[in-house]
C-alpha cells in the first residue's frame, strides 16, 4: 500500500480565489457569512483550490512559511462547520509548495480535511487546534513524530515518506480507522493497542522485522513489508479480521499463519520467496479468498502452476492480476481431481484409440443382428465381496451358457490362484505393451495394481458360443458403459460392514488402509446405484455368500428364461415360444423386469426403481440418440442395396462376410434367439429362380473383400462392432442360408404350417435351450483363427 501521488485534477471550476466573496470570506474562520449570503449559483463546495501559484508552478515563498494570503488560495470545500452554525471552507490542500512553517493554520479551526503532502514540514503543532480535523495528508513531510494532539475525530491519517523512526503510543486517537506510515524508519509496531476503530494500517517499507502489536486490532486491511529476510507471517493469524493483506516484496516462503484468516478476499503476494505449490494449501480453507497474487515468486516456474493452484484456491476470481475462468477451473479439476466419469471416459478413449492397431477383422461376439449385442454378465462390488467366487461358481453351474472373462492383472497372485483363471498375471511392462497395442477394452489401477478386460478375454469366449461373465470394481464399470457391449450389470453389495472387515481381515492380504478404503466403497456403491437408478441392473447382498449364490443364480435363470424349468443347474430345453428373445438384450429391449430379489429390496439399499433389470441407462442413451440425418438414411439405404446385391451374387461386396457368418452359424446354435424375426431375414434372400447369379460373375468374385475404407467403426469400440475382412474361400452359399432360416423359424413364433413337424433340434447338446446363447457357431473358432 505505497502511497502514490496522483496529478491532481484540471479544475473547471470558479476556485475560491475568484469567488465573488472573496478570499476573506473564504477563510475556515468565523467571519465567513451566512450560507444565505452564498448565491446558489456559486458551487464552490467539494471543488479542489488548485491554487494559482501550484497551477502555474509558482514557487513558495522563500523562507517556507505558509502566509494568509497563500491558504486563502488553498481552501476549498465551502459548506457548514461541523457545528452546523457557520458557512466557511473546510478543506485546505498546499501540496508541493516547500513548507517548512504552517503555524497560520491555528487560525483555521473548523477545517475538516488537510493536505500538506510534499512540503518541508518537521511540525504538525497547528493540527491540536483544529478538532474538527477527519482526514489529515502529510506525507512527503521531515516529521520525525506525530507532534500533536489529536483531534478527537481524526479518522484518516497518511504520515507516509517521511523520518518517523517509532511510533508513539496512539491511544488517543481513537476514532482512528486508516493509518498510513509507509517509507519511514519505524522499527517496531506499537502503540496501537488502544486504535480500536483502526481497519486499514500500512507499515510498508518500514524497519520493521517482525510482525507484533497488531493483536486485537479490528484491521481490516493491512500492507506490510519486512524486513527479514526470512520474514514469516505467523504473527498474522490473530488478525482474523483481515480481508485484504498486502505482503509484496517481502522474503516470505511459507503462507503458514494465514490458514485462520477466514475474511481474506484479498492477498499480494508479489516478489516473494514462495517456490512450491504445495504453499497453497495453507489458503485453501480461506472461503472468501478471490483475488491472489503470486507473481515474481519461484513458484511460477512450476510446471503446470497456474492449473495447480487453480486446483487448490477454486475459490479464486483472478490470480496473478488475470481472471480465472470457468474453463481453467473445469481443466483443472479435470487434471487434478478428475470425476469417475472422466477417468472412465479417458479410458475408453484410449483403447479406442489404441485398438486401431489392432487387426480390424469381425469379432467372434459381434452377432448378426444389430439390435442383438453380444450377451456378457457383470458382477460388481467392492473388493473381496465374493463376486470373483461367485462369478467363477456361476460359470461352472450354468457352463452351457457362461464361462468367466478371465481379466490381466500386474498384481502377483495369491496363495491358490492360477494364472489364466483367476487372472492372467503379467508384468506391468507387458501390461503397457498390452494397452499401447490396443488389448484392452477397460483397465483400471487399483490398490497400486493394474486391471484390465482384454478384448481376448471376451472374444475367447464368444468363440465357444458363450455369453461372457467378469467381475469388476465400479470403475471397470463406468468404463463398460462407455463402450458398445451392453452388459447386465449386477451388484453385489455387503451390508454387514463388521463382517464384510472380518473377511476382508481374515484374508490376511489387505492393509489395515485397504481395508478401510474397501468398508468406505461400499457406501460409494450404493450412493451410485441410489442417485442412477438402472445404473444396476440387479442388487444382491452379499453378506452371506451361499445365500447370495442363491439369489444370483435366480437372478440368472430368470435372464436366461429358465425360471420354470425348476433346476439350478437346467440345461433342459425352453418351452417353444416361451422366450422369444434372443440374449439378455433382446429380454430389455421387450422391456422386461425380472423379478426383484427379496434381497434387493431389502431396508434402505437403494429404491426399487434402481433395482430394475431393464437397463434404464441403456434407454435414456436411445431416447436421447437423434433422428437419423437424410445423409444416415441414405447410408443405410445404401448398405442395403449392397447386402441386397451381396446375397443376390451380383456383388462380392463386404457386405458379404457379415451375412456369410450367419451361413456357416450353426443352426442350433442360432436358436430362435440369433434373429428376432427369421422371417425378414428370409425376405432378404432371392429365390435362386427369382435372382439368379449373374452370368458373367465367377465364383472368385464372389470372394469377400475386407477394405479399411469399409470397415465399420463399430468394431473398434464405438457402437455394434459389424467388422468386414477377407475369409478367403467362403464363397456365398444361399442354399445353406435359406436352409439355416428356415430350419430355426419352427422354434420362433413364426406361425409353421399345421401338420408340418418342426425341423429336428440342433446336434448341439441344449443349444435349442438356450437362448440366450450368441449367435456364434463353434466352428467359427476356426474361422477366427483363420482371420
Ligand atoms: N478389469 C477389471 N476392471 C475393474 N476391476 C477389476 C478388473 N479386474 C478385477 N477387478 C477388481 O479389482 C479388485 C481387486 O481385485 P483382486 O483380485 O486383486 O482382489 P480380491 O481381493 O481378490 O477381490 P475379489 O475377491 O473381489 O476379486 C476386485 O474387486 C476385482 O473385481
Not at 498390452?434 to 488389448?439: E, F, P, R, T, V
Request: hydrophobic fraction near 30%.
Amino acid at each position: 500500500m505505497s502511497v502514490t501521488v496522483t496529478p491532481r485534477p484540471t479544475r473547471t471550476s470558479v476556485s475560491p480565489a475568484d469567488c465573488p466573496l472573496g478570499s476573506q470570506g473564504s477563510v475556515g474562520i468565523p467571519q465567513v457569512p451566512a450560507a444565505r449570503e452564498v448565491p446558489a449559483s456559486v458551487c464552490y463546495a467539494e471543488t479542489s483550490p488548485g491554487s494559482k501559484e501550484e497551477e502555474e508552478g509558482k514557487p513558495a515563498e522563500d523562507d517556507g512559511e505558509l502566509t494568509e494570503e497563500e491558504v486563502a488560495n488553498c481552501l476549498y470545500n465551502l459548506g457548514h462547520s461541523a457545528t452546523g452554525l457557520e458557512y466557511l471552507y473546510r478543506s485546505l490542500s498546499a501540496p508541493g509548495r516547500n513548507l517548512t512553517g504552517i503555524s497560520i493554520l491555528c487560525n483555521y479551526v473548523h477545517l475538516q480535511k488537510l493536505e500538506l503532502p510534499y512540503n518541508k514540514i518537521q511540525d504538525l503543532s497547528c493540527v491540536s487546534h483544529m478538532p474538527y480535523l477527519l482526514i489529515l495528508d502529510a506525507s512527503h513531510n521531515e516529521l520525525s513524530d506525530f507532534g500533536f494532539h489529536p483531534p478527537k475525530n481524526l479518522k484518516d491519517v497518511n504520515f507516509s515518506y517521511n523520518r518517523m523512526s517509532e511510533m508513539k503510543v496512539l491511544s488517543a486517537y481513537s476514532s482512528l480507522s486508516k493509518l498510513n506510515l509507509d517509507h519511514n524508519l519505524i522499527r517496531e509496531i506499537q502503540g496501537l493497542e488502544k486504535c480500536s476503530n483502526l481497519t486499514q494500517l500500512s507499515l510498508a517499507h518500514n524497519r520493521i522485522s517482525h510482525i507484533s502489536g497488531l493483536e486485537n486490532l479490528p484491521l481490516r486491511e493491512l500492507c506490510l513489508i519486512l524486513r527479514e529476510r526470512n520474514a514469516s507471517v505467523e504473527n498474522l493469524e490473530r488478525i482474523w479480521t483481515l480481508q485484504m493483506l498486502d505482503l509484496s516484496f517481502n522474503k516470505i516462503q511459507s503462507l503458514s499463519g494465514l490458514q485462520k484468516l477466514h475474511f481474506l478476499g484479498t492477498l499480494n503476494l508479489e516478489s516473494n520467496m514462495i517456490s512450491e505449490i504445495k504453499e497453497a494449501t495453507h489458503i485453501h480453507d480461506l472461503p472468501l479468498l478471490w483475488e491472489l497474487n503470486l507473481l515474481r515468486n519461484p513458484i511460477q516456474d512450476e510446471a503446470d502452476y497456474r492449473l495447480a493452484v487453480i486446483f487448490l484456491l477454486q475459490q479464486l476470481r483472478a490470480l496473478d492480476q488475470q481472471g480465472v475462468t470457468i474453463e481453467e477451473k473445469v481443466t483443472a479439476v479435470n487434471k487434478y481431481d478428475p470425476p469417475p466419469e472422466v477417468t472412465a471416459a479417458r479410458d475408453h478413449m484410449m483403447h479406442l484409440v489404441y485398438q486401431l492397431r489392432q487387426p480390424q477383422v469381425i469379432f467372434d461376439s459381434t452377432l448378426p443382428s444389430v439390435d442383438a449385442p453380444y450377451p456378457m454378465l457383470v458382477l460388481s462390488g467392492p473388493q473381496a465381496c465374493g463376486k470373483r467366487e461367485l462369478a467363477h461358481t456361476l460359470c461352472q453351474d450354468f457352463s452351457d451358457y457362461f464361462a468367466h472373462g478371465t481379466c490381466h492383472t500386474t498384481r502377483s497372485p495369491y496363495f491358490g490362484e492360477e494364472d489364466g483363471s483367476d487372472y492372467h498375471y503379467v508384468s506391468e511392462e507387458l501390461f503397457q505393451d498390452m494397452i499401447h497395442a490396443g488389448k484392452f477394452i477397460q483397465t483400471i489401477q487399483y490398490a497400486g495394481h493394474w486391471y484390465g478386460l482384454s478384448r481376448e478375454a471376451i472374444e475367447g469366449v464368444a468363440r465357444e458360443g458363450l455369453a461372457c461373465c467378469v467381475h469388476m470394481e465400479l470403475e471397470g464399470v463406468r468404463s463398460l458403459k462407455n463402450t458398445y457391449f451392453e452388459p447386465r450389470y449386477i451388484l453385489l453389495v455387503p451390508t454387514d460392514r463388521e463382517g464384510y472387515s472380518h473377511r476382508l481381515q481374515s484374508r490376511g492380504l489387505y492393509t489395515q488402509d485397504q481395508i478401510n478404503s474397501a468398508l468406505s466403497r461400499i457406501d460409494t456403491y450404493i450412493r451410485v446405484n441410489r442417485e442412477h437408478p438402472g445404473y444396476f441392473d440387479n442388487v444382491i447382498l452379499c453378506d452371506d455368500t451361499v445365500e447370495a449364490y442363491k439369489t444370483l443364480s435366480e437372478v440368472v435363470r430368470e435372464y436366461l428364461g429358465l425360471e420354470e424349468q425348476g433346476g439350478r443347474n437346467s440345461t433342459r430345453a425352453m418351452p417353444e415360444n416361451t422366450f422369444t428373445g434372443d440374449s439378455l438384450m433382446y429380454e430389455r429391449s421387450k422391456g422386461c423386469q425380472p423379478p426383484i430379489s427379496h434381497h434387493t429390496s431389502m431396508t434402505g439399499l437403494t429404491d426399487t426403481s434402481g433395482l430394475r433389470s431393464t437397463n434404464h441407462y441403456s434407454k435414456v442413451q436411445a431416447r436421447l440418440t437423434p433422428q437419423k440425418s437424410s445423409a444416415e438414411m441414405a447410408s443405410l439405404q445404401k448398405r442395403q442395396q449392397l447386402a441386397w446385391e451381396a446375397l443376390s451374387g451380383r456383388s462380392p461386396g463386404a457386405y458379404t462376410q457379415p451375412i456369410r457368418r450367419v451361413s456357416v452359424t450353426a443352426p442350433g446354435a442360432i436358436g430362435p434367439h440369433t434373429l428376432q424375426d427369421p422371417a425378414s431375414l428370409s425376405s432378404m434372400i432371392p429365390a435362386t429362380s427369382d435372382r439368379p447369379p449373374d452370368p458373367g460373375e465367377d465364383s472368385s468374385s464372389q470372394k469377400a473383400h475386407a477394405t479399411s475404407s469399409r470397415s465399420s467403426p463399430q468394431g473398434t469400440g464405438t457402437g455394434p462392432d459389424v467388422e468386414l475382412l477377407d475369409v478367403p474361400g467362403l464363397g456365398h452359399d444361399l442354399d445353406r442360408l435359406r436352409g439355416q432360416v428356415e430350419s430355426y423359424a419352427p422354434q420362433t413364433s413364426r406361425p409353421t404350417s399345421p401338420g408340418v413337424p418342426p425341423e429336428p433340434a440342433s446336434p448341439r447338446p441344449g443349444s435349442n435351450a438356450k437362448p440366450i446363447l450368441p449367435p456364434i457357431p463353434s466352428g467359427r473358432k476356426s474361422t477366427a483363427q483363420n482371420d
